[in-house]
């Protein structure tokens, strides 16, 4: 059998190919026989045909390397990502005996790999994956380096939570509750807290006996100047008729009687749990104008505002605001409100209410709104309801106002209406 020089061997596995020489794989290693002295003797590369990973045509051939002093030097055209896997077959002779044979697996390095690198530990007959061997991680080529370089869990790490890097690199999870979002600190808190707050149309708790004069809101007014309370419908002067602790109000003048309705609106603080006050942000005029003229004795629209899906959102509030006018003074007339399918509130005016006015709020939560509404005319006297409507509003809303007459001589006409929407 010739013997080749290491050099020699490499020149001669490298099948040229149209384009230039395929890349090599280095192996550099210093071989031991088992008492400690350095191999001495051939080692014989043989191999099948394949394709190198520059699509180079690789011939059915083997190669012979001296090995003096237990030094081994060989380059090989990469035979890992060939389909089907092909290996390299490698024989050890010493001392004019073949001694061991193994099988090779050469992947694409830039730098020198050692024989541990590329053993494949055993191959099954008719299979072509390998079966490994424990592999010390500062043998593979970057990996310390790589699991250094990665992220560790942290103290605070949990499954199934979102992760945030805390000051150490380390992952965390974030703590808060489910429904909180998360800031780009990292830290946890109520969706949204950055922006203004309120809440509308909010029922003091207490009991309404003629006797008590304490009510509870259900949240702490901030400023304590937002705070608006209506006594069937008439807006409360604090320090007048009452005084605000926290979220507590205590009546000066009367005890609310058992007939009486009390509703509240009023800002919340912003969340950050700084207390400070917060600005409402712009109003938007979702319709306005001047409406119909009828003289109908049944329900005919004076005029609609349709709202846009997904223009709504709940913690909104939506103000509604309306002036009629009769002409006649033999049969009165009656009119409406309409929040989608839901009737917001209705009444009936009589011959001398030459003007009409009215108004309603709806606050809105996830389950639909909670309408409060205010009405008088030239004779009409106050009247003050709260009610609460399913609509869904996300899907789009239209407010509707209708009329009917009496008497189909006189008119009825909607001088104006508007409809805005607080964020």
């Known amino acids: 059998m010739k013997t080749f020089s290491p050099v020699i061997s490499a020149v001669l596995l490298v099948a040229s190919s149209a384009f230039g020489a395929p890349p090599l794989t280095t192996i550099r290693d210093v071989l031991y026989k088992a008492d400690g002295t350095r191999f001495n003797g051939l080692v014989t ?59 090779w697996a050469v992947p694409p390095s830039s730098q020198a790999l050692r024989i541990q690198d590329v053993r494949v530990a055993s191959v099954q007959p008719g299979n072509d994956t390998t079966a490994a061997g424990p ?153 306005s104008g001047t409406g119909a003229t009828i003289n109908a004795t049944s329900n005919t629209s004076l005029a609609s505002c349709s709202i846009p899906a997904n223009t709504l959102m709940a913690g909104d509030r939506v103000e509604i605001r309306f002036d009629l006018a009769h002409q006649g003074g033999t049969g009165g007339f009656t009119f409406q409100v309409l929040w989608g399918s839901t009737t917001a509130f209705q009444r009936s005016a009589s011959p001398t209410d030459a003007q009409v006015s009215g108004r309603a709020d709806a606050g809105l939560d996830q389950a639909g709104a909670q309408i409060s509404s205010q009405s008088w005319g030239t004779t009409l006297p106050f009247s003050a309801t709260v009610g609460a409507a399913t609509d869904r509003y996300s899907s789009g809303l239209v407010i509707g106002f209708q009329g009917a007459m009496v008497v189909a001589s006189e008119t009825l006409t909607l001088r104006n209406y508007a409809v805005v929407r607080v964020p």
């Open 135 to 287: 592999v010390n991680e500062s043998d593979v080529v970057g990996l310390s380096a790589d699991l250094s370089a990665r992220p560790l869990k942290g103290p605070a790490f949990a499954p199934g939570s979102v992760a945030v890097v805390n000051a150490q690199g380390s992952i965390d999870a974030v703590s808060g509750n489910a429904s909180d979002c998360v800031h780009v600190d990292g830290s946890s808190g109520p969706c949204g807290s950055s922006q203004p707050s309120f809440l509308d149309a909010d029922v003091p708790a207490g009991l309404v006996d003629g006797a008590n004069i304490l009510f509870t809101l259900s949240g702490a007014p901030n400023p304590a100047s937002s705070l608006s309370l209506f006594r069937n419908g008439i807006l409360q002067e604090r320090g007048t008729d009452y005084s605000l602790a926290n979220n507590v109000i205590q009546f000066l003048a009367a005890p609310p009687q058992p007939a009486d309705v009390l509703v509240a609106s009023y800002r919340l603080s912003n969340g950050s749990g700084s207390g400070s006050p917060q600005l409402f942000s712009s109003p938007q005029v979702l319709c």
């Open 45 to 103: 590369i043989a191999w099948s045909s394949f394709l190198a990973p520059d699509q180079s045509s690789i011939p059915t051939q083997l190669l012979t390397v001296n090995v003096v002093n237990g030094n081994l030097l060989v380059q090989l055209v990469p035979n890992t990502e060939t389909d089907p896997v092909v290996y390299y077959s490698v024989t050890y002779n010493s001392d004019g005996n073949n001694q061991f044979s193994e099988q």
